[in-house]
């Protein structure tokens, strides 16, 4: 089967300054995931290496870049899932990990949970000998910038509903496997220990090779509501689709 990636950089409008580092971004992270995918390797593989460049690049909601809470800090959210057995793995609330979506395989492959939160996640992830940064490394001047003036009297909150850039990939590999990996900041000054729906099984992402695979960004409490990643496929399953690989934006 011929291989396939798709990613996304999130939902909502690019400011012009971000558009050629967003466009740069993701067509690098694409490339990247497919290359896993030309070298044999397979959909989990791919979704992970396309989500990785992409929380390394601070052009994005994640890793690198992620928006901050309500106390000023970066506190991430990641899923990642194997279409081939239902197997997946997610992280919520971490802190000082350059990415997460590394950690939430590892959950995936090392645990026989599914998802591991703020302080049990940095437990986890020091015993799987995953470094901690500082947590000011991940903090950008845009976020900063983001978070001061959402604290603005006068400040829209339209505008920071648009400003999202949360990550993701689903991917198809020669086998026929598919996978979907979602990694987020979350939403800008939300309060301490918000999760959103990026690690939560069904709404931040879902893959089944009978199926499909998904990743979705938007506004998390609006995805949670109708399980979004989850349902997508559902209504791709009744239209007897053979095969789709889709991203969805809900704001
Ligand atoms: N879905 C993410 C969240 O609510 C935000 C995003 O997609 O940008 O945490």
């Not at 081939?84 to 949970?113: Q, Y």
């Not at 689903?170 to 979602?182: L, Q």
């Not at 709404?203 to 090779?209: F, H, I, T, V, W």
Request: proline share 3%; glycine share 12%; hydrophobic share 35%.
């Amino acid at each position: 089967m011929k291989p396939v990636i798709v990613v996304h950089g999130g939902a909502g409008r690019i400011f012009k300054e971000r558009e050629e580092g967003c466009r740069a971004g993701t067509v690098r992270a694409a490339l990247q995931g497919y290359g896993v995918l030309k070298r044999g390797g397979s959909a989990v593989d791919a979704v992970e290496e396309a989500v990785q460049s992409m929380e390394d690049d601070p052009h994005f909601n994640a890793g690198c870049g992620s928006v901050l809470n309500e106390k000023g800090e970066v506190e991430m959210d990641a899923i990642i899932m194997d279409g081939k057995n239902l197997d997946s793995g997610a992280v919520s609330a971490v802190k000082c990990i350059a990415n997460p979506v590394k950690l939430a395989r590892l959950v995936m492959e090392k645990t026989k949970h599914m998802l591991l939160t703020d302080q049990g996640a940095h437990l986890f992830a020091r015993a799987m000998g995953i470094p901690e940064i500082p947590g000011e490394k991940l903090v950008t001047e845009r976020s900063r910038e983001r978070w001061r003036k959402n604290l603005e009297p006068d400040f829209n909150p339209e505008d920071f509903q648009k400003d999202l850039g949360t990550v993701g990939a689903v991917a198809i590999d020669s086998e026929g496997n598919v996978a979907c990996a979602t990694s987020t900041g979350g939403l800008s000054n939300k309060l301490i220990g918000r999760v959103g729906d990026t690690p939560c099984i069904g709404s931040g992402g879902y893959a089944d090779n009978h199926s499909g695979a998904t990743s979705t960004t938007g506004h998390g409490e609006s995805i949670m509501k109708v399980v979004l990643a989850r349902l997508i496929l559902y209504h791709m399953e009744q239209e007897s689709c053979s095969f789709g690989a889709v991203q969805c934006n809900l704001l």
